[in-house]
């Protein structure tokens, strides 16, 4: 990977505390647990779910029902916009009608990754509210879509990457800010204009491709390990490019 390390925003103390933080802000924002559903968008955002979930039991003693989604990016050619975001699996057995659904990811980047898990919940049935909650922001929207819970707001360039490391895939918790030194070596080999390239930009969540080229983190177009143009926008971490199949932004 030619993804380096450039600081960690967040260690594993400062994660639990923005996580606490986010599920007092839920309570605070909706009723009771009972109408809440917390969605988790694979991988790393179901791990940021389950910690939620977790917390809401500990405050109120009441556990709240517990989702899954795995959302992945693919190039979509007829598309100059390039990379559009696709349900690949579904774990939510609940019925989500007049429910307020909460997602969870790690990184809110582009918007791709919210709005095709906005359309996944809204294809199941008709929830009374659906909101967002994200670890990072880390910018670049590229669609109306704002989370209503936000652990940290990190501003980034389009040639960085936020990856969210969480215990349950990485060993530890932390939040880094990575830099791609490879960029500009792709900029002269013919790859680019001098734009940086359509990262997803996450990285922890990004173990798949991103969202939006969060982590993790919610992606564009990059180089798939074999060489292949992979025009993947949301690759959540460097691990992304080890391991494509992990990839769902």
């Avoid at 880390?138 to 969480?166: C, M, Q, W, Y």
């Amino acid at each position: 990977s030619m993804f380096f390390q450039k600081a960690i925003l967040m260690d594993g103390a400062a994660m639990d505390r923005s996580l606490m933080r986010i599920s007092h802000e839920i309570l605070e924002r909706n009723t009771s647990v009972e109408d809440i559903c917390l969605v988790g968008i694979y991988r790393r955002g179901c791990s940021l779910a389950r910690q939620i979930g977790e917390n809401l039991k500990s405050i109120t003693g009441s556990a709240p029902a517990l989702g899954e989604l795995d959302i992945r990016l693919y190039r979509d050619d007829l598309e100059e916009i390039g990379d559009q975001a696709a349900v690949s699996s579904t774990k939510m057995d609940f019925d989500v009608s007049g429910k307020v659904v909460v997602l969870v990811d790690d990184v809110l980047f582009t918007g791709r990754t919210a709005r095709a898990a906005i359309e996944a919940v809204m294809d199941r049935g008709r929830p009374a509210a659906i909101q967002l909650a994200v670890l990072v922001d880390r910018g670049h929207r590229e669609l109306p879509i704002r989370a209503d819970f936000v652990g940290k707001n990190v501003p980034t360039s389009r040639r960085e990457l936020v990856e969210v490391r969480v215990r349950e895939w990485d060993g530890a918790g932390e939040v880094a800010r990575l830099e791609d030194r490879g960029w500009e070596m792709k900029r002269i080999a013919g790859h680019g204009s001098g734009h940086a390239p359509p990262y997803s930009g996450k990285g922890g969540r990004n173990g798949r491709p991103g969202t939006e080229g969060k982590t993790a983190a919610a992606g564009h177009p990059a180089f798939r390990p074999g060489g292949d143009p992979a025009l993947y926008a949301g690759f959540s971490s460097p691990s992304a490019h080890l391991f494509p199949a992990e990839m769902a932004g």
